[in-house]
């Protein structure tokens, strides 16, 4: 459920790597701290709280990996 669950696949595309590509680096910046303080928020509120703080560290992975100019798609 936390890295490439088959919902956020769009096609041969996931939507993470769709994203990527069509906001601008500010935006896709904002969409990463977001997704990062809406996890960490509320673990232990809605599901497993380390399945929670996975998917804070995977969209910290994502930050890391945009900010740094690595992006792959479809490495993550």
Do not use: C, S
Request: aromatic share 10%; no cysteine.
């Amino acid at each position: 459920m936390v890295k490439h669950p088959a919902h956020y696949m769009n096609g041969q595309k996931e939507l993470i790597d769709i994203m990527h590509e069509l906001l601008t680096p500010e935006e896709f910046t904002g969409a990463m701290k977001f997704n990062i303080i809406k996890y960490t928020d509320r673990v232990g509120l809605k599901d497993d709280p380390e399945q929670e703080l996975d998917k804070a560290i995977n969209y910290t992975d994502y930050l890391k990996m945009h900010l740094a100019g690595k992006w792959e798609e479809g490495a993550h």
